[in-house]
């Protein structure tokens, strides 16, 4: 049995005589959907809003019992097999609408089960429709009928049900635990049951969660508020947070994704003082050794090739540290056989990773295959590196439209533009650039061969050979933004700086 089932013949909660509570109305403008919350007077008894039956000047009753109620309808009789098929609609659920804006959710991935639920409403079958599009949502089976409770209870009689049943009930609180208690005795052990309803009611909540229903929503619901509960219900609030996966990748070979990657990754290291992880998945030639002066045994491809036997303390192993805070899933940069990757290696790696380390900055290779589109999807953030010039602008936005479509609930890519500058080239402007794709870019980073080319030679990073040089500023301050750490250091500051100095000691008669 289920936390929701009973046992045979056993007497459910509902049929010992209590005081009927009337169900509210939705709660006040400002309250947030979906939480419940007592009416104040105590003790979880919800006064009504408004009751048609009362003039105004009338006493309001002492008790509930003494609330005149409309009689509730007589149950229906139980259909004959030939119109049970009948009220079980089958019609497929309405395909969802995309947002109009885009938010970050913060929920857990979820682990691989199964989701059915049943609907009673459109629009809360669209809301789980959009919701299993989420990448969260990649490793579970998700399926959304129409029928509710009734649905439910008719398809598991000869169903066994899955690890979390989603149902939508649009009764008020008797009707809704009658029909509950028929589906209870049908619930397999381990099935989890969440309930969304349209009443904000808490005695029902009470008395959903004496049934062992796990959580009950009010609608309206977003997508974010509906994700947040899945994730809670699958992951402890007590655990510590997943780590934050920041995916880079070219908008074309030689785009320098591989450089913003490594000074970000640093700059997240020296400025915010965070644990990170440079993971180079660009396997036969990748940089991040030669870029922080490290030439490791052992790296990513041991892990990735093996990844049954990654876990912390081999990952321990594997990682080379470059600073205090910086390590490096180094790739091995050798031609000595063929690199052919799988998206599920890749996702053990970076799950791996998650629960040890806060920041993972990943070196994406600038190729397209089903590993590199799952890890891009699987991101929390994304950043996309250009040259002003139209191969990159094509591109880019071939890029930004394919993330954006598959990560609807998420941010979309960022833009950093690289390279600007050069003599003799004729380049797009940034104006134009951003114009043409509809994306801002959070970063342009001017082309300095000098500073570049000799960080690139001597190991080292941007802020190690000139720290106040406008490149390394722009790491700052992107480690900041993907991070969200906006404020800046307290030490820093503005060339305008001296000059507002004199001007208040001035004002002041200093």
Same mark, same amino acid.
């Given at each position: 049995?289920?936390?929701?089932?009973?046992?045979?013949?056993?007497?459910?909660?509902?049929?010992?005589?209590?005081?009927?509570?009337?169900?509210?109305?939705?709660?006040?403008?400002?309250?947030?959907?979906?939480?419940?919350?007592?009416?104040?007077?105590?003790?979880?008894?919800?006064?009504?809003?408004?009751?048609?039956?009362?003039?105004?000047?009338?006493?309001?009753?002492?008790?509930?019992?003494?609330?005149?109620?409309?009689?509730?309808?007589?149950?229906?009789?139980?259909?004959?097999?030939?119109?049970?098929?009948?009220?079980?609609?089958?019609?497929?659920?309405?395909?969802?609408?995309?947002?109009?804006?885009?938010?970050?959710?913060?929920?857990?991935?979820?682990?691989?089960?199964?989701?059915?639920?049943?609907?009673?409403?459109?629009?809360?079958?669209?809301?789980?429709?959009?919701?299993?599009?989420?990448?969260?949502?990649?490793?579970?089976?998700?399926?959304?009928?129409?029928?509710?409770?009734?649905?439910?209870?008719?398809?598991?009689?000869?169903?066994?049900?899955?690890?979390?049943?989603?149902?939508? $009930?649009?009764?008020?609180?008797?009707?809704?635990?009658?029909?509950?208690?028929?589906?209870?005795?049908?619930?397999?052990?381990?099935?989890?049951?969440?309930?969304?309803?349209?009443?904000?009611?808490?005695?029902?909540?009470?008395?959903?969660?004496?049934?062992?229903? $796990?959580?009950?929503?009010?609608?309206?619901?977003? *997508?974010?508020?509906?994700?947040?509960?899945? $994730?809670?219900?699958?992951?402890?609030?007590?655990?510590? #947070?997943?780590?934050?996966?920041?995916?880079?990748?070219?908008?074309?070979?030689?785009?320098?994704?591989?450089?913003?990657?490594?000074?970000?990754?640093?700059?997240?290291?020296?400025?915010?003082?965070?644990?990170?992880?440079?993971?180079?998945?660009?396997?036969?030639?990748?940089?991040?050794?030669?870029?922080?002066?490290?030439?490791?045994?052992?790296?990513?491809?041991?892990?990735?090739?093996?990844?049954?036997?990654?876990?912390?303390?081999?990952?321990?192993?594997?990682?080379?540290?470059?600073?205090?805070?910086?390590?490096?899933?180094?790739?091995?940069?050798? %031609?000595?056989?063929?690199?052919?990757?799988?998206?599920?290696?890749?996702?053990?790696?970076?799950?791996?990773?998650?629960?040890?380390?806060?920041?993972?900055?990943?070196?994406?290779?600038?190729?397209?295959?089903?590993?590199?589109?799952?890890?891009?999807?699987?991101?929390?953030? *994304?950043?996309?590196?250009?040259?002003?010039?139209?191969?990159?602008?094509?591109?880019?936005?071939?890029?930004?439209?394919?993330?954006?479509?598959?990560?609807?609930?998420?941010? #979309?890519?960022?833009?950093?533009?690289?390279?600007?500058?050069? #003599?003799?080239?004729?380049?797009?402007?940034?104006?134009?650039?951003?114009?043409?794709?509809?994306?801002?870019?959070?970063?342009?980073?001017?082309?300095?061969?000098?500073?570049?080319?000799?960080?690139?030679?001597?190991?080292?990073?941007?802020?190690?050979?000139?720290?106040?040089?406008?490149?390394?500023?722009?790491?700052?301050?992107?480690?900041?933004?993907?991070?969200?750490?906006?404020?800046?250091?307290?030490?820093?500051?503005?060339?305008?700086?001296?000059? %507002?100095?004199?001007?208040?000691?001035?004002?002041?008669?200093?």
């Amino acid at each position: 049995m289920s936390d929701l089932a009973y046992k045979p013949g056993q007497l459910p909660p509902d049929a010992v005589e209590e005081q009927a509570a009337p169900e509210t109305a939705p709660g006040p403008p400002g309250q947030e959907p979906g939480v419940m919350a007592p009416a104040p007077g105590g003790d979880g008894v919800q006064i009504p809003v408004s009751d048609p039956m009362l003039q105004p000047g009338d006493p309001m009753p002492e008790s509930a019992d003494a609330i005149p109620a409309a009689p509730a309808p007589a149950p229906a009789a139980a259909p004959v097999q030939a119109a049970e098929e009948a009220w079980v609609r089958t019609e497929q659920a309405p395909q969802p609408q995309q947002p109009l804006t885009a938010t970050e959710v913060d929920a857990k991935p979820l682990p691989r089960i199964n989701i059915q639920a049943f609907c009673e409403d459109d629009r809360t079958a669209a809301l789980l429709q959009q919701a299993s599009q989420d990448r969260r949502l990649a490793r579970t089976h998700v399926s959304v009928q129409m029928g509710g409770l009734e649905a439910a209870s008719h398809y598991y009689r000869d169903a066994p049900t899955p690890n979390l049943i989603i149902i939508e $009930s649009m009764h008020k609180r008797d009707a809704m635990l009658m029909d509950l208690d028929r589906l209870a005795s049908q619930c397999d052990s381990g099935t989890k049951v969440i309930v969304i309803g349209h009443v904000n009611d808490v005695l029902l909540y009470r008395e959903l969660l004496q049934r062992g229903v $796990s959580e009950y929503m009010v609608m309206p619901l977003s *997508v974010s508020q509906l994700m947040e509960s899945l $994730s809670n219900l699958y992951n402890e609030p007590g655990t510590d #947070p997943l780590g934050s996966v920041i995916s880079f990748v070219g908008a074309k070979g030689g785009a320098g994704a591989s450089v913003i990657c490594h000074n970000t990754a640093w700059a997240i290291s020296q400025d915010i003082k965070s644990e990170v992880v440079i993971a180079d998945l660009d396997l036969p030639f990748g940089t991040a050794g030669l870029d922080f002066n490290q030439d490791p045994v052992q790296g990513i491809a041991d892990a990735l090739f093996s990844p049954d036997r990654l876990d912390e303390v081999l990952l321990d192993r594997l990682l080379s540290r470059c600073s205090d805070y910086l390590s490096l899933f180094a790739a091995p940069g050798t %031609l000595d056989r063929p690199y052919d990757l799988n998206a599920g290696a890749c996702d053990t790696v970076v799950d791996v990773l998650r629960k040890n380390v806060p920041y993972i900055a990943v070196d994406v290779p600038h190729i397209w295959t089903d590993w590199v589109q799952q890890v891009l999807i699987q991101s929390d953030r *994304v950043v996309i590196v250009a040259q002003p010039d139209l191969a990159n602008l094509r591109n880019a936005k071939n890029l930004i439209e394919k993330l954006t479509a598959a990560r609807p609930n998420d941010l #979309p890519p960022h833009l950093v533009l690289n390279q600007v500058g050069i #003599p003799k080239r004729p380049d797009i402007s940034a104006k134009e650039f951003v114009s043409a794709i509809d994306i801002d870019a959070h970063a342009v980073i001017e082309f300095d061969a000098h500073l570049f080319g000799t960080a690139a030679n001597n190991g080292q990073m941007i802020e190690e050979v000139s720290p106040k040089a406008k490149a390394a500023e722009q790491f700052r301050e992107l480690a900041r933004m993907l991070t969200n750490k906006t404020e800046a250091k307290s030490g820093s500051k503005s060339l305008l700086a001296p000059i %507002l100095a004199k001007l208040n000691m001035k004002r002041l008669g200093k």
